[in-house]
């Protein structure tokens, strides 16, 4: 999927290509295009391993539809980062092919993702990774900033994944591996997750 696109300053910005506007972020779909990329992701939202707010938009719609616009023309995939509630629906709104995360799925937003074929990753692995004592058994003051601030994101992200299982939103696997203590040999703990 090559870097991904965010806000300056945005969740992943030392990984990403930074776009400040609907310009920018029309240079930055080409740019992972011309570098080979099958997949533009973005991070429509904060998260929880960079500064900021995940339960914050960032992204604005306008910028992830002009995305969205310049993959269809390769005929390439897209993806967002969501975790806040007002990323997953400008990702749905945008139509993007999958919302990775999405730990504030609701009712409503299911519904639109089941009629538009929009796929849900949960990666409840991730969060739960960061938080969980016998995973995350650094205690460094570092560590335990992450550990409040992945604590009720996991919270979230499992009792949203239930709805989202309930309403029949198509799901994809995956685990957001190489987030701090999720390592991508865990695979089964992704799953035995989802049975939980």
């Known amino acids: 999927s090559g ?8 969740h992943c910005n030392p990984l990403g290509v930074e776009v400040d506007d609907v310009s920018q972020a029309i240079t930055a779909a080409r740019r992972q295009i011309r570098k080979g990329a099958d997949v533009l992701k973005m991070m429509a939202t904060g998260g929880v391993i960079t500064d900021g707010d995940p339960y914050k938009g960032q992204l604005s719609l306008e910028q992830i539809i002009a995305v969205q616009e310049e993959a269809n023309r390769f005929g390439k995939i897209t ?3 969501c975790i806040a509630e007002e990323g997953i629906r400008y990702a749905l709104e945008a139509g993007l092919d999958s919302i990775e995360h999405g730990n504030w799925v609701n009712e409503e937003l299911c519904d639109i993702m089941i009629e538009k074929g929009i796929w849900l990753v949960p990666t409840l692995i991730a969060a739960y990774s960061e938080w969980h004592p016998d995973i995350n058994k650094d205690y460094s003051p570092e560590s335990e900033s992450l550990r409040k601030k992945a604590k009720p994101t996991s919270d979230v992200a499992r009792k949203h994944f239930e709805i989202a299982v309930k309403k029949g939103v198509k799901l994809a696997f995956g685990t957001d591996a190489g987030t701090p203590f999720n390592e991508p040999t865990r695979c089964a703990l992704e799953l035995s997750l989802y049975i939980e």
């Not at 870097?3 to 945005?10: E, K, L, P, S």
Request: net charge neutral; hydrophobic share 45%; proline share 0%.
């Open 3 to 10: 870097q991904v696109i965010c806000i300056t300053a945005g």
């Open 79 to 81: 993806c967002a980062h």
